[in-house]
Each structure stands twice: as structure tokens, then as C-alpha cells.
Nanobody, 125 residues
Framework: VQLQASGGGLVQTGDSLTLSCAAS????????MGWFRQAPGKEREFVGS????????RYADSVKGRFTISRDNAKRTVYLQMTTLKPEDTAVYYC???????????????????WGQGTQVTVSS
């Protein structure tokens, strides 16, 4: 599985941004997908995850109500719509795939076994 994240950039506080993650391989619809982020000097943290069908989503408390994760299995792409961005949202954002045959949509970094290269999001105050 190869994942390619895109859509990052420099925005101002309160702006919106949508990240995309394109996946290779026909088994994309079999994977739960997640977005994570890592700020300088901090550990990688969970942002949001979505089930195979897209019917179940989970979010970190820090982004709940502001970010929306979704997927288009026909396009083999997962999205992260980010609104009302804050300076503390500044980080490198990574998409990841959980290829294990499980139903539970995990929030744990260790559960995800394939990772994209990351895309930088910088929110200026």
C-alpha cells in the first residue's frame, strides 16, 4: 500500500483547508484509514479515523466539531476537511492505513501499518 498525502499549506487562524490522501492498490476499501499529526518536538498524535465504508468516524477531542474525515473508495482517497484552524493545529499531517482484518476503528498510532509521507500545515496567528 502506498499513500500520498497532499493539500497542506500556510493559512491564517480561522481559515479552512482540506487534505487528501491517495492510495494505491485495489484493496483500499478493505482498510480503516486515519489521519495523524506531529508537531515539532512532540509525539505523533491521532486526529481522525474512518471505517472501511465511511459510516464510522472517530476524532480527537481537540479537533471534534472542526475537522471532518471522509473517504471516496471509488477514488481510493481519504480526506480531512479542517475548519476554524488554530495555531496549535500546526504540524505535519500523515495519513495511514490499518490493513488488519478488524472492524474496530482504531485511534492508536501503533495499529496503523502503512503511512504516507506527510504534508505540512502551518497556521499563523
Amino acid at each position: 500500500v502506498q499513500l500520498q498525502a497532499s493539500g497542506g499549506g500556510l493559512v491564517q487562524t480561522g481559515d479552512s483547508l482540506t487534505l487528501s490522501c491517495a492510495a494505491s492498490g485495489r484493496a483500499f476499501s478493505s482498510y480503516n484509514m486515519g489521519w495523524f499529526r506531529q508537531a515539532p518536538g512532540k509525539e505523533r498524535e491521532f486526529v481522525g479515523s474512518v471505517s472501511r465504508s465511511g459510516s464510522t468516524t472517530r476524532y480527537a477531542d481537540s479537533v471534534k466539531g472542526r475537522f471532518t474525515i471522509s473517504r471516496d473508495n471509488a477514488k481510493r482517497t481519504v480526506y480531512l476537511q479542517m475548519t476554524t484552524l488554530k495555531p496549535e493545529d500546526t504540524a505535519v499531517y500523515y495519513c495511514a492505513a490499518d490493513t488488519a482484518p478488524v472492524i474496530f476503528v482504531s485511534t492508536a498510532v501503533r495499529q496503523y501499518d502503512y503511512w504516507g509521507q506527510g504534508t505540512q500545515v502551518t497556521v499563523s496567528s
